[in-house]
C-alpha cells in the first residue's frame, strides 16, 4: 500500500536562504512521485513529477526533487527561498495503476 | 484552454439542503476526481472516474453522490448537507499514459468554499 510523510506542517526561512520540504513516502512497487504546490485561494499545480527516469527532477521556478530510493525519500530544494515561493506544499505517491496519496502538505513561510 | 473549472466558486448551505457542484475540463482527460480539503488534513479523495458513465469511491464517500454522464463533466451532489461537510472542494483530472492505464499528474480546478450552517 502506498503512503505518504511529510515532515513539518510548517517550515519557516529567510529570504535567501535554502527551502528543504522534507517527504517520505511507502511503495510496494516503483512509485511516481509528485510535488504540487498551492498558492492561496488556488488549486493545486504542478511543481516536478518523477516517473523513473533520472533521479533528480527540475521543475518550475528554481524548485528541484531528488529521488533517493534507498531512503524512500524525494524532498524538495530550492537553494535560494524568495517572498514569492511563500504557499502550502504537498508531496504525492502514486503506485502505477492507483490514484495519488496526498501528504497533509507543509506551508512555507518566507520571512523578508 | 480554460483548463478545469469549478461552479460555483463560495456557497453557504443550510443544514439538511442540498446541492451540486459542477467541475468541467476542456483536456480531453479520461479521470476525473473529486477532493475535500480540510485544515490538517491535506487533499481526501471522495470520489472518482475513469471514463464517461463510471464512478468509483475514494476515502471519504459517506454523504456525497457523483455522476459523469459527459467525459467532460463530473458533478458532485450532497443530498443532505451537514455542517461536517463545510470544506473546500477541488476537483482535479489526469489524462491516460502511453502504454496502459496509469494515473499521472492531477490538474486542479481552482475550489470551491462550501459553508454548512
Known amino acids: 500500500a502506498q503512503s505518504v510523510t511529510q515532515l513539518g506542517s510548517h517550515v519557516s526561512v529567510s529570504e535567501g536562504a535554502l527551502v528543504l520540504l522534507r517527504c517520505n513516502y511507502s511503495?510496494?512497487?516503483?512509485?511516481?512521485l509528485f510535488w504540487y504546490v498551492q498558492y492561496p485561494n488556488q488549486g493545486l499545480q504542478l511543481l516536478l513529477k518523477?516517473?523513473?527516469?533520472?533521479?533528480l527532477v527540475k521543475g518550475i521556478n528554481g524548485f528541484e526533487a531528488e529521488f533517493k530510493k534507498s531512503e524512500t525519500s524525494f524532498h524538495l530544494t530550492k537553494p535560494s527561498a524568495h517572498m514569492s515561493d511563500a504557499a502550502e506544499y504537498f508531496c504525492?505517491?502514486?503506485?502505477?495503476?492507483?490514484?495519488?496519496?496526498f501528504g497533509r502538505g507543509t506551508s512555507l513561510i518566507v520571512h523578508p | 484552454n480554460a483548463g478545469v473549472t469549478q461552479t460555483p466558486k463560495f456557497r453557504v448551505l443550510k443544514t439538511g439542503q442540498s446541492m451540486t457542484l459542477l467541475c468541467a475540463q476542456d483536456?480531453?482527460?479520461?479521470?476525473m476526481y473529486w477532493y475535500r480539503q480540510d485544515p490538517g488534513m491535506g487533499l481526501r479523495l471522495i470520489h472518482y472516474?475513469?471514463?464517461?458513465?463510471?464512478?468509483a469511491k475514494g476515502e471519504v464517500p459517506d454523504g456525497y453522490n457523483v455522476s459523469r454522464l459527459k467525459k467532460q463533466n463530473f458533478l458532485l451532489g450532497l443530498e443532505s448537507a451537514a455542517p461536517s461537510q463545510t470544506s473546500v472542494y477541488f476537483c482535479?483530472?489526469?489524462?491516460?499514459?502511453?502504454?496502459?492505464?496509469?494515473?499521472?499528474?492531477?490538474?486542479f480546478g481552482p475550489g470551491t468554499r462550501l459553508t454548512v450552517l
Open positions: 482535479a483530472s489526469s489524462y491516460e499514459l502511453a502504454g496502459g492505464s496509469s494515473y499521472n499528474e492531477q490538474f
Open positions: 511503495s510496494s512497487v516503483p512509485p511516481y
Open positions: 518523477y516517473t523513473s527516469a533520472a533521479t
Open positions: 504525492a505517491v502514486s503506485e502505477r495503476g492507483y490514484i495519488p496519496t
Open positions: 483536456m480531453n482527460h479520461e479521470y
Open positions: 472516474s475513469v471514463g464517461e458513465g463510471t464512478t
